[in-house]
T-cell receptor, first 115, second 113 residues
Framework: AQSVAQPEDQVNVAEGNPLTVKCTYS??????LFWYVQYPNRGLQFLLK??????LVKGSYGFEAEFNKSQTSFHLKKPSALVSDSALYFC?????????????FGAGTQVVVTP | ETGVTQSPTHLIKTRGQQVTLRCSSQ?????VSWYQQALGQGPQFIFQ???????GRGNFPPRFSGLQFPNYSSELNVNALELDDSALYLC????????????FGPGTRLTVT
């Protein structure tokens, strides 16, 4: 089955240190991949997407993600984390067999940035 | 903030009742998708509406139904509520049915007792 997975339930990082949130996908061909962030009692906010082309994608709030086809990964990164980055992060994909926009989400990774 | 709005913010229903949730899409968007997010889980796709027609459906029973109106706003209806229907219901709007990013509303928190 085609799917998106986030192997870490929680990531802890000190403010100012690099932040990485991991995502892997399982699909034949190239999926369209997205990252969203969810703050408490809020909906999901779009951060960035990979469709095709450059494997390094830059998004909102200083986040970027690297698409790696050989490792089937799409990890989210930020060079210097802020306390305000503490939130729930979701990786999502639209699989190549879907001609319409059905987003398949990972289970989410809670990011905790400590001062 | 996106231009997607949802109402109500919260509601409490009793098992067996019916509920209607509403969503207004972002200006210029003609596609609405609905997702169910249970506590501690990622959102699960319910269905998508494009130009007032259901364009795709996830693994949800027929008691989950929807509508899209000419102004592209949408409703999600759930009949015969079950305790497991307690969740955050998210509406997302986008343009067209291609693989574009979707913009989410704040959600409706449904509690079934």
């Amino acid at each position: 089955a085609q799917s998106v997975a986030q192997p870490e339930d929680q990531v802890n990082v000190a403010e100012g240190n690099p932040l990485t949130v991991k995502c892997t996908y399982s699909v034949s061909g190239n999926p369209y991949l997205f990252w969203y962030v969810q703050y408490p009692n809020r909906g999901l906010q779009f951060l960035l997407k990979y469709i095709t082309g450059d494997n390094l994608v830059k998004g909102s709030y200083g986040f970027e993600a690297e698409f790696n086809k050989s490792q089937t990964s799409f990890h989210l990164k930020k060079p210097s984390a802020l306390v305000s980055d503490s939130a729930l992060y979701f990786c999502a994909g639209i699989m190549t067999t879907d001609s319409w926009g059905k987003l398949q989400f990972g289970a989410g990774t809670q990011v905790v940035v400590t001062p | 903030e996106t231009g997607v709005t949802q109402s109500p913010t919260h509601l409490i229903k009793t098992r067996g009742q019916q509920v209607t949730l509403r969503c207004s899409s972002q200006s210029g968007h003609n596609t609405v998708s609905w997702y169910q997010q249970a506590l501690g889980q990622g959102p699960q796709f319910i269905f998508q509406y494009y130009r007032e027609e259901e364009n795709g459906r996830g693994n949800f029973p027929p008691r989950f139904s929807g509508l899209q109106f000419p102004n592209y706003s949408s409703e999600l209806n759930v009949n015969a509520l079950e305790l497991d229907d307690s969740a955050l219901y998210l509406c997302a709007s986008s343009f067209g049915t291609s693989r574009r990013e979707q913009y989410f509303g704040p959600g409706t928190r449904l509690t079934v007792t």
